[in-house]
């Protein structure tokens, strides 16, 4: 069983359209994380939900937004592609603070 | 501002022998630092980590030692597999927060 899986695996997009990325735990774990790794390799936090709650929301375009429905889920839609959106998407998730991060595979997307 | 960095890209070894991975960081206020792999394709998998209160971690053939006077990290694999062959990132959390910070990341490569 994928403890963290992200839905689709690789997106290829034209610019300007709305896209989302879907992610699902089985772990129980009450936080969950989306993370940006660009063409330089830097894994960068984006969100992340404790509880459904909302609570690391970095310098990112209010283009992306996080929805998470349940603890279980935590999907990125993100508005208005645009090339620079190029990049591999990390769904992540932990029991707690200091706790390891269990990561999905990725989702490589591609915008044209 | 990079606040966690990992100066060497690359690392090649010889199978048997050791592999160092060092990390530097910026922020005295971290108190807890991980260890990360990641094979192509595949979502970051955590290794070992350590608190700031503590100066080693081991785990098998992975230690970890830091030193916070230098604020700096490394990991010690020994002996080096092939398997181990992997980029390995090193990240830090700050007191109350869930944010990791990675650093860029050192790819190894363990030679048969």
């Known amino acids: 069983d994928t403890a963290v899986s992200q839905t689709p695996k690789y997106l290829v997009t034209q610019m300007g359209n709305d896209k989302s990325i879907k992610c699902e735990q089985n772990?129980?774990?009450?936080?969950m994380y989306w993370y940006k790794q660009d063409s330089k390799k830097f894994l960068k936090i984006m969100f992340s939900?404790?509880?459904?709650?909302?609570?690391i929301n970095e310098t990112v375009p209010n283009r992306f937004s996080p929805k998470s429905p349940d603890k279980a889920h935590l999907n990125l839609h993100i508005n208005s592609l645009e090339l620079g959106d190029s990049a591999v998407y990390f769904c992540?998730?932990?029991?707690?603070?200091?706790?390891?991060?269990?990561f999905g595979p990725g989702t490589r997307l591609t915008v044209l | 501002d990079q606040q966690v960095k990992q100066n060497s890209p690359s690392l090649s070894v010889q199978e048997g022998r050791i592999s160092i991975l060092n990390c530097d960081y910026t922020n005295s206020m971290f108190d807890y630092f991980l260890w990360y792999k990641k094979y192509p394709a595949e979502g970051p998998t955590f290794l070992i980590s350590?608190?700031?209160?503590?100066d080693k971690n081991e785990d098998g053939r992975f230690t970890v030692f830091l030193n916070k006077s230098a604020k700096h990290l490394s990991l010690h694999i020994v002996p080096s597999q092939p398997g181990d062959s992997a980029v390995y990132f090193c990240a830090a959390i700050l007191p109350g927060t869930y944010k990791y910070i990675f650093g860029t990341g050192t790819r190894l490569k363990v030679l048969a």
């Open positions: 350590i608190s700031s209160i503590k």
């Open positions: 939900y404790n509880n459904k709650e909302l609570i």
């Open positions: 772990l129980g774990h009450d936080t």
């Open positions: 992540a998730s932990s029991p707690g603070r200091s706790n390891e991060q269990f």
